[in-house]
């Protein structure tokens, strides 16, 4: 059996932010996933964990675009009644939840570390992570909410390709392993 792999699969601005200081991402609008085999990159993935900020933003959208998919939502408070199917709630330890990921045959898709910023930090920073795969936008914010903080030290993460698109992003893929 492939092993699963815990990725992150996130668009930055130049100067890196992942969104506005409200948590918008309208500035990622004009940019169409396609071009960056985003619907590739989602076919491999089995489950989604994200901050639950992120998830109450993204529920805000409307339909919820990863239904067949498991989703785990990491907070301490009860989700919504209406939340998507496959959506639970989970408040205990990353470590604990990576390795009962990992061991779960039942899905053998990939783990995609959604965000927030501060998910994708304890994610990377606690050495959970097995690729970061970044797009760097052709944006200047100039505030908002950054990818990474002050304290993210101590992670040296080896290139393994890049690339750019006619839009002017370019694609980013580091091995954490």
Wanted: net charge negative.
């Amino acid at each position: 059996m492939k092993k699963k792999l815990f990725r992150i699969y996130i668009a930055v601005s130049l100067d890196g932010y992942i969104a506005r200081a409200n948590g918008a991402v309208d500035w990622l609008d004009q940019f169409d996933p396609a071009e960056f085999n985003f619907e590739g990159f989602l076919g491999a993935v089995g489950t989604l964990i994200i901050g639950r900020k992120t998830f109450d933003q993204v529920m805000e959208f409307g339909d919820w675009p990863y239904e067949d998919r498991r989703t785990i939502v990491l907070t301490s408070r009860d989700l919504p009644d209406n939340r998507p199917a496959n959506t639970e709630a989970y408040g205990g330890s990353l470590v604990e939840l990576a390795s009962q990921l990992c061991d779960d045959r039942s899905d053998t898709g990939d783990i995609w570390i959604v965000g927030g910023a501060s998910v994708v930090t304890q994610f990377l920073f606690g050495g959970l992570v097995d690729q970061l795969e970044m797009f760097i936008i052709p944006e200047i914010l100039g505030d908002g909410i950054r990818l990474f903080g002050r304290d993210a030290v101590g992670t040296t993460p080896k290139l393994v390709a890049s690339e750019h698109y006619k839009s002017g992003v370019v694609r980013m893929q580091y091995d954490l392993r």
